[in-house]
């Protein structure tokens, strides 16, 4: 059994993006796992893997930290049902990663920021004022968000494009089947959906059709996730 260190909001909701990564990435390999909440301010539970953020995992005596970490060790680990099945699976996945973490969250961030302030649970809005804050340069996270929702909702389905093309084509970005790069983005869509109810995508939206399709992986892993 695999210990996922999963960040924890109010009313144990769970938004992480990364976190989500590495919850698909268990379920693509069909192990058992489960998980144990962080709040921001518990950096003491993950102190064994020399980490201050989430996701960690404890399998047996290892521990691992980061997303993309987990996921390379989960297939050295155990090579059965492969997350990379070769080089350039790998390399796609590392792309869109890149792709999600530089330009899709960030692009998500201002859209549900004040949203996510009021899940976080009360004992950790102080450590994520000060921390988001610094980032932002305001702490009147309702304020900024408003602001960016101004023009930040087309600016952030424009982001989208290079997804929405291959969509068109493919039920997925991997293709038939989910993988990686899909879990990556999807991660995203569950972190702002769990933060927020924003619509972030039109209905006919490839994007949106595919979200669906990841909704229901693994029995609807993502959609039995409590959203906002
Ligand atoms: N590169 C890391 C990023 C992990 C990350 O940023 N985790 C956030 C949650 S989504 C976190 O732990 N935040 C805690 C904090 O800000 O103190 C990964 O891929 O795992």
């Known amino acids: 059994m695999i210990t996922l260190y999963d960040l924890v909001a109010q009313d144990d909701r769970r938004p992480s993006p990364f976190c989500w990564r590495a919850k698909f990435s268990l379920e693509h390999k069909g192990l058992k796992w489960t998980t144990v909440p962080v709040g921001f301010t518990e950096k003491d539970k993950i102190s ?8 960690v995992i404890k399998d047996g005596e ?4 980061d997303s993309w970490a987990i996921a390379l060790h989960l297939d050295e680990a155990y090579p059965d049902k492969p997350l990379f099945k070769s080089e350039m699976a790998l390399s796609y996945a590392r792309f869109v990663s890149g792709w ?3 330009a ?7 859209l549900v920021v004040g949203d996510l302030y009021s899940i976080v649970r009360p004992v950790d809005q102080p450590y994520f004022a000060e921390t988001r804050g610094k980032r932002l340069g305001t702490t009147d996270f ?17 982001v989208l494009e290079p997804a929405r093309r291959i969509l068109r084509e493919q039920p997925f970005l991997s293709g038939n089947q989910a993988a990686y790069p899909d879990y990556a983005l999807a991660g995203a869509f569950l972190w702002g959906g769990i933060a927020s109810p924003l619509v972030l995508l039109e209905a006919d939206d490839p994007v949106h059709a595919w979200r669906e399709r990841m909704l229901d992986l693994y029995e ?5 996730a409590k959203a906002a």
């Open 62 to 65: 290892t521990g691992v930290k």
């Open 220 to 224: 609807g892993l993502g959609r039995k």
């Open 142 to 158: 309702m304020s900024f968000q408003a602001k960016a929702r101004e023009k930040g909702v087309a600016a952030f389905r424009a």
């Open 104 to 110: 899709v969250q960030p692009a998500m961030f201002p």
């Open 48 to 55: 064994f893997a020399d980490s201050q953020l989430v996701p």
């Open 100 to 102: 999600v973490d530089t």
